[in-house]
C-alpha cells in the first residue's frame, strides 16, 4: 500500500507540479535567441532577395509617424541566416529603456558572403566610390522605399548607420542619395572623400578605434576632415587604446542616441 500510495504520489507531482514550475521559470527567463525583430524576406520587382529583420515601435500608433533606422553589419556577420546581423550593435538600439525613449523602426538587411553593402578594398588607405552601388545595397534601399511607402515611418527622419563593412556602407549611402538620410553614424569605416562636398549638410557622427589594425583610423579622420573644408560640421569620436571594436563603444553613447533622434530633414537647409 505504502509503495502505491509514494508511486502515486510522485506521478502526481510529474503530471502537476513540474509542469506548472517549467512555465513560471520559462516565463522569466527568455530564450537566448529571443529577439524582438521580426524576420523578413523582401523580394523587390526584379525578383531578387533580401533578408532583413524588423523592429517595431512598441505599442505602435498608426496616427503616428515614426523614425526608421537603418542598420549595417560588418563582414563578419554576412550569411544567409536571417540572424547573423544581429550579433552586434544594432541590438543596442533595441534595450527596453532604448525603445521606450526613442520609439522607432529599426531594419537590419543581411548581406550574404561573397558580397560587400560596398565593392572596395577595406584596407587601402582610401578608394573611389564606384559608379554603381553593390548588389546588396541597392537591394536596401529599394527594400527601405517600400517601408516608408507601406509602414507609418517619417520621412524626415530616416538615419542610418553601420560597424566595419557597414561603416563603409554607410558613407556610400550617404554620398549617393544625400537628401534621403537625416542623419549618419558610421563606425571604423570610410569614405570617398571627393564626395565631402555632397555630404556637408548632413548631420554625421562618426567613431573609430586610434588602434585599429583592420581598417585604417585615417580613413574616419579624412572623411571628417573633407567635410568640414567643404563647410560641414560632422562629429567625430575617436577611442583611445581602441582597436578594430569600436562599436561597443560608440553604440553604447548616451548622447549619441539623444543626438541621432534629434536630427531631422525639415531643419535642413
Given amino acids: 500500500m505504502k509503495t502505491t500510495f509514494l508511486k502515486k504520489y510522485f506521478l ?6 513540474i509542469p506548472l514550475l517549467t512555465v513560471f521559470l520559462v516565463g522569466k527567463i527568455p530564450a537566448q535567441n529571443e ?16 533578408l532583413y529583420r524588423l523592429l517595431r515601435p512598441v505599442k505602435s500608433d498608426s496616427s503616428i509617424k515614426y ?8 563582414a563578419g556577420e554576412r550569411e544567409k541566416d536571417n540572424t547573423s546581423q544581429l550579433k552586434r550593435g544594432v541590438m543596442n538600439f533595441a534595450t527596453d529603456v532604448n525603445r521606450k525613449m526613442y520609439p522607432c523602426y529599426i531594419v ?17 588607405p582610401s578608394h573611389i566610390m564606384p559608379k554603381q552601388p553593390s548588389v546588396y545595397l541597392a537591394r536596401t534601399m529599394i527594400l527601405v522605399d517600400s517601408l516608408v511607402k507601406n509602414l507609418n515611418i517619417d520621412k524626415n527622419r530616416i538615419y542610418i548607420t553601420g560597424l ?19 542623419a549618419a553614424v558610421p563606425v571604423c569605416g570610410g569614405g570617398d572623400t571627393a564626395k565631402a562636398t555632397m555630404i556637408k549638410n548632413i548631420p554625421i557622427w562618426a567613431f573609430h578605434g586610434d588602434k585599429d589594425n583592420l581598417v585604417m583610423t585615417s580613413r574616419s579622420r579624412n572623411m571628417i576632415a ?25 553604440y553604447s553613447e548616451k548622447d549619441m542616441y539623444l543626438w541621432l533622434f534629434t536630427q531631422t530633414n525639415a531643419n535642413r537647409e
Avoid at 12 to 17: A, G, Q, T, W
Avoid at 67 to 74: D, N, R, Y
Avoid at 232 to 249: S, V
Fill in 35 to 50: 529577439s524582438p525583430f521580426e524576420k523578413k524576406i523582401f523580394i523587390p520587382k526584379t525578383g531578387d532577395t533580401l
Fill in 12 to 17: 502526481l507531482i510529474s503530471l502537476v507540479v
Fill in 226 to 250: 573633407a567635410i568640414k573644408k567643404a563647410g560641414g560640421n560632422p562629429k567625430y569620436t575617436e577611442y583611445p587604446a581602441t582597436g578594430h571594436n569600436a562599436w561597443d563603444k560608440a
Fill in 164 to 182: 566595419s563593412m557597414g561603416g563603409f556602407g554607410v558613407w556610400d549611402a550617404i554620398s549617393r542619395w544625400p537628401d534621403k538620410f537625416a
Fill in 67 to 74: 523614425p526608421l533606422v537603418i542598420f549595417l553589419h560588418g
Fill in 108 to 124: 537590419a538587411p543581411q548581406c550574404p558572403p561573397d558580397y560587400r553593402w560596398v565593392e572596395v578594398d577595406w584596407k587601402l
